[in-house]
């Protein structure tokens, strides 16, 4: 087997972590070796992180069209600085049964200014088509609407400045239900931190519509084992909404 290089072993580390943090651990203890060997390696990719210009969110969109075009034009957090499109969010916009909310765009999504367009992405789709609805049917949209670099978890100041906007797109769209993907999708619908493995399946409220929290996509590709739960929650969403899964193909 191949000597595992710096690279593929910080790679690995980032999947733990995720894993952890998806899993709610907030807390983890490093040794101090451990940290100093990681600092000994060159960092890539740190561009300078700092506030642009913090743009207060007006209340009087004529539609989510004018919405998208404002936060394509957002400065307000550092994440502008590295993004490539934002992405605003896409689907039905005239109350549809279903929004869903993730975190934020990863490096496909940032290349094609649309949500949920890569491997998590490619599941999504299947989890919704399993629920006899089409993309097109709902809408998908994200806690930030810039890619952070890396894939890192928003910062909270970052999710600060960009919940205005899902704010707005949930209070414009109307959705019968909401579902978040994910512990930072249910950290900011619900304005505090959240341990997905606890609260998943458990309904919520936001703003008087029914939130039903469930696993991100991309924990469901790291963990197959937890689909069964996802699937459990995504049901108990259609026995809201009075509908039955269609027969699987
Ligand atoms: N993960 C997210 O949370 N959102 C996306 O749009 C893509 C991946």
Redesign the pocket.
């Known amino acids: 087997m191949a000597e595992p290089t710096f690279q593929s072993l910080i790679e690995d580390l980032e999947k733990y972590l995720e894993y952890q943090r998806d899993e709610g651990v907030q807390r983890l203890e490093v040794e101090r070796a451990v940290l100093e060997e990681l600092a000994s390696e060159p960092l890539t990719e740190a561009p300078e992180e700092k506030i642009v210009e913090a743009v207060p969110v007006p209340a009087d969109f004529a539609d989510i069209g004018q919405l998208a075009a404002y936060i394509g034009q957002c400065r307000s957090c550092p994440l502008c600085q590295t993004r490539n499109l934002t ?1 605003p969010g896409e689907g039905r916009t005239d109350g549809p049964d279903i929004m869903f909310v ?5 490096a ?2 940032d290349e094609q200014g ?5 491997k ?2 490619q599941l ?1 789709d299947k989890m919704i088509e399993a629920m006899g609805y089409s993309r097109g049917d709902v809408y ?4 930030v609407k810039c890619r952070p670099p890396q ?1 890192r978890k928003p910062h909270p100041e970052e999710m600060q400045m960009c919940l205005p906007y899902l704010r707005q797109q949930i209070r414009m769209i109307r959705p019968k239900v909401l579902v978040g ?2 512990g ?2 249910m950290e900011g619908l619900l304005g505090r931190p959240v341990g997905i493995t606890r609260i998943r399946g458990v309904w919520q409220e936001y703003e008087g519509i029914r939130l039903m929290p469930t696993f ?3 924990y469901l590709l790291r963990d197959a084992s937890k689909k069964k739960d996802a699937w459990l929650d995504l049901k108990a969403v259609l026995a809201e909404l009075g509908k039955t899964p269609p027969p699987r193909k």
């Not at 993730?102 to 990863?106: D, L, R, T, Y």
């Not at 649309?114 to 890569?118: D, I, L, S």
């Not at 998908?140 to 806690?143: D, E, S, T």
């Open positions: 992405v993730g975190e934020g765009p990863g496909d999504e649309r949500p949920f367009v890569g998590a992405g999504l998908i949209a994200n806690v894939n993907l994910g930072t999708a991100h996509p991309s």
